[in-house]
C-alpha cells in the first residue's frame, strides 16, 4: 500500500500528475498505479463518509418537513432506541457536544438540532415518531 504522506508529497511535486513528454513525467508500474488509484479511492469515501448524515438523514428530513408546515422545528420527536444509538453514535463521530436530559415522563432525551428526542425504548428499535409541539 502506498503510505498516504508519500502520495501527497509525489502529488504535490508532480512526480505523478505531470505530463506525459516532460522531464517530470515518470513510468510507474501498474501495481503501484492501482494501489494509488485504491488509496485515492479510499480517501474520496473517508471525505464523502465525514459529510454523510446516515445515522441522522430520516430525523433530519422529519424536522425539515415539520418546519416547511409549521415555520419552527418541532420541539419534541419520539424515537426507538436504535434511532436514539444512532444520533448518539453521530455526535460521537463528529466530536460534538451532546446536550442529554430527561423528559417530564421520566424518558431520556438527546437534542439535535434545536429538537428534543425522546427515547423510546418500548416502542420498535427503528421507530421515529410524528413530530410534535411541547404539551407542557
Known amino acids: 500500500m502506498v ?13 505523478f500528475v505531470a505530463r506525459p513528454g516532460t ?5 510507474i508500474p501498474e501495481r503501484q498505479a492501482q494501489e494509488l488509484v485504491d488509496g485515492l479511492k ?5 471525505i464523502d463518509s465525514a459529510h454523510s448524515f446516515t445515522e441522522i438523514a430520516e430525523v ?10 409549521e415555520g419552527k422545528f418541532p420541539d419534541l420527536i419520539d424515537v426507538g432506541i436504535d434511532v436514539w444509538m444512532g444520533v448518539h453514535d453521530w455526535h460521537v463521530k463528529h466530536g460534538l457536544p451532546m446536550t442529554l436530559g430527561r423528559h417530564a415522563s421520566s ?13 423510546r425504548p418500548d416502542f420498535v428499535p427503528t421507530h421515529i415518531g ?3 409541539e411541547n404539551r407542557g
Not at 501527497?8 to 512526480?15: E, H, R, S, Y
Not at 522531464?23 to 513510468?27: G, L, N, P, W, Y
Open 3 to 15: 503510505d498516504r504522506r508519500e502520495l501527497l508529497k509525489n502529488a504535490v511535486f508532480g512526480g
Open 60 to 69: 433530519r428530513m422529519r424536522q425539515v418537513a415539520f418546519l416547511r408546515a
Open 23 to 27: 522531464a517530470a513525467a515518470q513510468s
Open 107 to 119: 424518558r431520556y432525551t438527546i437534542l439535535l438540532l434545536a429538537t428534543t428526542l425522546v427515547l
Open 130 to 132: 410524528t413530530p410534535y
Open 42 to 46: 479510499n480517501v474520496t469515501r473517508a
